[in-house]
């Protein structure tokens, strides 16, 4: 007797005390029962969601290539109270989390636009897109950091590394770390990350029309054969196996695309 007792409290009455007490209505069955329904049908909108979930996920209808352009971080820091370098820092940090993500739901390219041409410092510049100088050595030196620290994850999980943009003004320490990462991953399949430094699309655009006129100047090519597939090829981004992102992420709020990958974004979703 004392047993079936005790089991009615551990089983109906003290969870029934916290349920009265939790959701402040008067203790009965009646409103146990409700709540137990309640959860009840809370679970099932759960596994039917998951549910769909996974058939999306079976579908394939993830995006192939995820391209962001990357933006906030001194906003950030500002409201923190924190120095800029800080911000892009911590930046970086939630950035690569959020790249990880993407590769372990099955997406194959992510490319990250992390400096423009327009970043660099300019002497009287009031273009609020340049940087000051102590700011863009501050970057060179996390991203000098950042390879340094991350080149064995990139081994260890199998990830090509890729870097798109004008080599020409990176310091010689990064352009060798650049280098010697892209050798080192150049092999590897499925999981591809594009760094734009120094990353312009009207450069891209012109250097590959360049490209493509020289061509047909020394009999390479014919005018009549140029077209967007022959344009394609000779953008920056022909390193990857797809080349124009499905879906194009600002983050910071802001609603333009900031000279990043004009050709290859026509038809992105934003």
């Not at 863009?136 to 943009?165: A, C, P, Q």
């Amino acid at each position: 007797m004392v047993y079936i007792v005790l089991t009615f409290f551990a089983l109906v009455l003290f969870p029934g005390l916290f349920i009265s007490r939790r959701l402040s209505v008067p203790l009965s069955f009646r409103n146990i029962l409700r709540f137990i329904k309640l959860t009840a049908s809370r679970n099932e909108d759960e596994e039917e969601w998951n549910d769909k979930r996974g058939k999306i996920m079976g579908e394939k209808r993830l995006p192939k290539h995820v391209a962001i352009v990357l933006d906030g971080n001194r906003r950030w820091a500002q409201k923190r109270g924190l120095g800029t370098l800080e911000g892009h820092k911590a930046g970086a940090r939630k950035l690569m989390e959020n790249v990880k993500d993407c590769f372990s739901m099955g997406i194959n390219i992510v490319s990250l636009f992390a400096f423009s041409t327009e970043n660099w410092a300019r002497p009287f510049s009031t273009e609020n897109w340049a940087r000051p100088e102590d700011e863009v050595n501050g970057l060179m030196f996390m991203f000098e950091e950042y390879l340094r620290s991350e080149r064995h994850v990139f081994r260890r999980e199998k990830t090509k590394i890729s870097f798109i943009g004008n080599r020409t003004k990176i310091p010689q320490s990064l352009l060798g770390l650049i280098i010697e990462t892209e050798e080192a991953t150049k092999s590897y399949e499925g999981k591809h990350l594009i760094i734009a430094i120094d990353y312009s699309g009207n450069f891209d655009i012109l250097q590959a029309c360049k490209s493509l006129a020289k061509k047909a100047k020394n009999g390479l090519i014919q005018i009549e054969d140029i077209d967007e597939g022959m344009m394609d090829k000779e953008l920056m981004i022909n390193c990857s196996e797809f080349p124009n992102p499905d879906l194009l992420i600002r983050t910071s709020g802001e609603h333009r695309i900031s000279n990043f990958f004009l050709w290859q974004s026509a038809y992105s979703d934003l």
